[in-house]
Structure formats: C-alpha cells, structure tokens
C-alpha cells in the first residue's frame, strides 16, 4: 500500500466476456483517465472470441493486465476475481461497454482523499453507527451517468433518491426506465470499506445488492452531482437480454433475494459482509504476472487457497512468449 493517502493507487477493473468488438475502446478510455496513479486490469470471464487478439497491443505495458480466466463464472465473480488478485488503495469497475469521461476517475479521487468531511450534528449521524462533527472518510464516490439505449434514447440519470428504492420504493416515482438507479458499479471504493462490507454477491443484481449493503451498514457515500459516464445499452446487455432482464425470473429471483436482505436489517440493524466464495478460480493466462496481488477482503478459505496458488505460481510475461495458448 502506498504511505501518501492523498495519491491512493486505483485499480480500474474491466470485466469483460465475449465483448471483442468493444473492449478495446473500453480500455483505451481508461488508460486515458487523467489520474496518474492507476492500473487497468481486464478479467477476461473465458470468453470463447477474439478478445485477447483485440487486446494484444496493450499486453506489454507496465499498467495495464490482461487476466483470462479458466472458466466463465458470471459478470460478479469476475468482478470479485478482479478484486482477489489486486490490491490498490482504491477500485473501480467500468463494463466493457461503459465510456468513462476522462476526468471521472480523478474527480472521485479528490472526494475520496478529502480530509474535511464531516458529521453534521443537524443529522442523525448515530443511526449510521457515526459520531457528530466526527470526520468522515468517504467509502465510495459515485457520480451520475447517462444511458444510450438499444433504440437511440439517451436517458440522463440524476435521481440521487433511487439510491434508497429498495427501502423507500415511495421515493422513485416518474422514473423513465427500469432500473433508473445512480449506479453503484462506476463507483470508486476506498479498499477499508470493501475490507469491512466483502465483494459482490453472486448474483445478477450484484451492484443493486452491494450498494444496500454498504449504505444500510453505515458506510459514506458521496455522489458528484454531474454525467461523468456514458453507459451503451446494446440487446445482449444484461439489462436487456431475454434471459437477464428486468422481467426475467433470474432476475426477479435476485430481487428477492436482496429485498430480504433488506428485511433482515430492519430487523437487526446491519447485514452482513459478503464472504467471496471462488474456490475454483484459475486462470489460463496473465499478461503482467508482477501486477498480481492479493487483496484484504472477506473470502472462504478455499478461495484463499485458490488465489494463493494463483499467485505462486511462475508465470511468463507476455512479450517473452509468442502467443496466448
């Protein structure tokens, strides 16, 4: 971890699967975020097309890493496979059909580093489990985005309110679109609070579940009132396909489960810290093998194993050898 809190290191995660014709615009985008600091990781969910081949000429850079996965475990534990092999002060996560703008990252850092936030005493900061006129130290920074949907729509979303739709679902009336939520995935997370709350649940409504639970668990969220992110919406995105959608029984499914969650808290006050559970995790190829790290974050002890492996293991740099087998 780096001694200068104020130029926290960011891991920009890019997950990604069978995405080959978008991928590279997506890393180009965060190779051209302005904060200096920062390294792009591409875990690559075993994509079956040619992603490694659209990626090939960013694999021998000293801050960028192209992890592929032996297997396809599904857009949240290909997040969190990101999270257990890297260790920066801070993490975002852009789709691989997200266009960030070139300023997004290094506005949130300035949030996230700002040592003059405090506790309000005219909120009831103790219900959040803080003291008033305390610092803070925000635990993520969100900002809002805009959405390009399948039939040219743009749509702008600003309703900092829907944050709290799965408490308050009063709240979020005149929404324009399902799921017209500030997003939580596009987040930048201070490593302490995924530490305290864990990585994301295996499920398709893994951001909606993550963002519950570190809001419901106190933790400082702090959203930029302006679009720093473009999100393109295309009929395989997980939002529209049939099989994922917001009428599919998948995802119905998933609501289910984090609407109980939800009724566990206000039953007990707290939910608890997802335990990332991968015990199978492999991975085929790596890029920058030096760029393997293991991160402090709640996981099972077979997933620690998994990714101890991972990391003992003698891997050769891309450049060294001629191609991905």
Same mark, same amino acid.
């Given at each position: 971890? #780096?001694?200068?809190?104020?130029?926290?290191?960011?891991?920009?995660?890019?997950?990604?699967?069978?995405? @080959?014709?978008?991928?590279?615009?997506?890393?180009?985008? @965060?190779?051209?975020?302005?904060?200096?600091?920062?390294?792009?990781?591409?875990?690559?969910?075993?994509?079956?097309?040619?992603?490694?081949?659209?990626?090939?000429?960013?694999?021998?850079?000293?801050?960028?890493?192209?992890?592929?996965?032996?297997?396809?475990?599904?857009?949240?534990?290909?997040?969190?496979?990101?999270?257990?092999? %890297?260790?920066?002060?801070?993490?975002?996560?852009?789709?691989?059909?997200?266009?960030?703008?070139?300023?997004?990252?290094?506005?949130?850092?300035?949030?996230? %580093?700002?040592?003059?936030?405090?506790?309000?005493?005219?909120?009831?900061?103790?219900?959040?489990?803080?003291?008033?006129?305390?610092?803070?130290?925000?635990?993520?920074?969100?900002?809002?985005?805009?959405?390009?949907?399948?039939?040219?729509?743009?749509?702008?979303?600003?309703?900092?309110?829907?944050?709290?739709?799965?408490?308050?679902?009063?709240?979020?009336?005149?929404?324009?679109?399902?799921?017209?939520?500030?997003?939580?995935?596009?987040?930048?997370?201070?490593?302490?609070?995924?530490?305290?709350?864990?990585?994301?649940?295996?499920?398709?409504?893994?951001?909606?579940?993550?963002?519950?639970?570190?809001?419901?668990?106190?933790?400082?969220?702090?959203?930029?009132?302006?679009?720093?992110?473009?999100?393109?919406?295309?009929?395989?995105?997980?939002?529209?396909?049939?099989?994922?959608?917001?009428?599919?029984?998948?995802?119905?499914?998933?609501?289910?489960?984090?609407?109980?969650?939800?009724?566990?808290?206000?039953?007990?006050? #707290?939910?608890?810290?997802? #335990?990332?559970?991968?015990?199978?995790?492999?991975?085929?190829?790596?890029?920058?093998?030096?760029?393997?790290?293991?991160?402090?974050?709640?996981?099972? @002890?077979? #997933?620690?194993?998994?990714?101890?492996?991972?990391?003992?293991?003698?891997? %050769?740099?891309?450049?060294?050898?001629? @191609?991905?087998?």
């Amino acid at each position: 971890m #780096t001694a200068d809190p104020m130029s926290p290191r960011v891991d920009i995660i890019i997950p990604t699967y069978n995405r @080959a014709h978008l991928i590279e615009t997506a890393v180009r985008a @965060a190779l051209e975020q302005s904060w200096w600091h920062k390294r792009i990781t591409v875990v690559d969910d075993a994509s079956t097309d040619d992603t490694w081949r659209a990626l090939r000429p960013y694999l021998n850079r000293d801050d960028f890493n192209y992890i592929r996965l032996s297997r396809n475990h599904g857009t949240a534990q290909a997040k969190n496979a990101g999270l257990l092999l %890297t260790d920066g002060e801070a993490v975002t996560f852009h789709d691989s059909d997200d266009i960030p703008h070139r300023d997004k990252v290094l506005r949130q850092v300035r949030v996230l %580093t700002a040592q003059d936030i405090h506790a309000d005493p005219c909120l009831n900061w103790r219900i959040a489990g803080h003291t008033p006129s305390s610092r803070l130290d925000v635990g993520v920074v969100l900002s809002h985005h805009e959405l390009l949907l399948p039939d040219g729509r743009r749509v702008e979303i600003r309703r900092d309110l829907s944050l709290l739709d799965d408490v308050f679902p009063n709240l979020q009336m005149g929404s324009q679109v399902p799921g017209e939520w500030t997003h939580i995935n596009s987040g930048l997370f201070r490593h302490e609070m995924l530490s305290r709350v864990g990585g994301f649940a295996n499920c398709i409504e893994e951001d909606r579940e993550l963002r519950n639970r570190l809001i419901l668990n106190g933790e400082v969220v702090w959203v930029i009132p302006e679009i720093l992110l473009t999100k393109i919406e295309t009929p395989g995105s997980l939002t529209q396909a049939v099989g994922s959608n917001y009428e599919s029984s998948a995802r119905r499914f998933d609501r289910d489960t984090v609407w109980r969650k939800v009724d566990d808290w206000r039953a007990h006050g #707290t939910v608890e810290a997802e #335990t990332i559970d991968l015990p199978n995790l492999a991975i085929d190829f790596v890029s920058n093998p030096d760029m393997l790290a293991c991160r402090d974050i709640p996981a099972t @002890a077979s #997933t620690g194993r998994a990714v101890s492996a991972i990391i003992r293991t003698p891997y %050769t740099r891309f450049g060294e050898v001629e @191609a991905i087998a």
